[in-house]
T-cell receptor, first 113, second 113 residues
């Protein structure tokens, strides 16, 4: 079964507000995590990644937080824009000896004008 | 431009026919992957290849076959044995030796009637 999941399947956000998308994982040995954005009918696009030796990583308008104690990953999007409307997936690499990623079911983010 | 191409974008087939989906990358990546995505769900791994002339079954390989004769190409054949082949198929590639970011193609939507 899947070891990566998301707390909420949908999230509605007011334009300009910050968005927080959550993800729980079950494999404490996972050493790499990644967030993707998928727009309708397209392939997923890389947003940001983080390794298990880090707690936080920032990109352009996005921040990923990793809490290994409770096996929780979150993606924060600052000043959410209409173009941020998409499905967001978290994924984990289960082992440093394995190149595969295990994906969660995704959270659909809708930005309200 | 470097990237991954998938063709065709839409594909229609009659039940009982085999169909081959194309995936090409010019990123010089060693590893390539095929995923299946059903509506409202995450990505499920069908097959992956870490090097030319080698490939491994993913979580849902039954009814599918692949080949990896060239580094740039990783075609997927959906056989008549696949009981529910209608889905969105995504191809991805990665360096294969870390970091583990996977780059995705635009996808092929296969409809079998």
């Amino acid at each position: 079964g899947e070891s990566v999941g998301l707390h909420l399947p949908t999230l509605s956000v007011q334009e300009g507000d910050n968005s927080i998308i959550n993800c729980a994982y079950s494999n404490s040995a996972s050493d790499y995590f990644i967030w993707y954005k998928q727009e309708s009918g397209k392939g997923p696009q890389f947003i940001i990644d983080i390794r298990s030796n880090m707690d936080k990583r920032q990109g352009q308008r996005v921040t990923v937080l990793l809490n290994k104690t409770v096996k929780h990953l979150s993606l924060q999007i600052a000043a959410t824009q209409p173009g941020d409307s998409a499905v967001y997936f978290c994924a984990e690499n289960l082992s440093s000896n394995d190149y595969k990623l295990s994906f969660g079911a995704g959270t659909t983010v809708t930005v309200r004008a | 431009d470097g990237g991954i191409t998938q063709s065709p974008k839409y594909l229609f087939r009659k039940e009982g026919q085999n169909v081959t989906l194309s995936c090409e990358q010019n990123l010089n990546h060693d590893a390539m992957y095929w995923y299946r995505q059903d509506p409202g769900q995450g990505l499920r791994l069908i097959y992956y290849s870490q090097i030319v002339n080698d490939f491994q079954k993913g979580d849902i390989a039954e009814g599918y076959s692949v080949s990896r004769e060239k580094k740039e190409s990783f075609p997927l054949t959906v056989t008549s044995a696949q009981k529910n082949p209608t889905a969105f198929y995504l191809c991805a590639s990665s360096l294969g030796h870390g970091p583990y970011e996977q780059y995705f193609g635009p996808g092929t939507r296969l409809t079998v009637t």
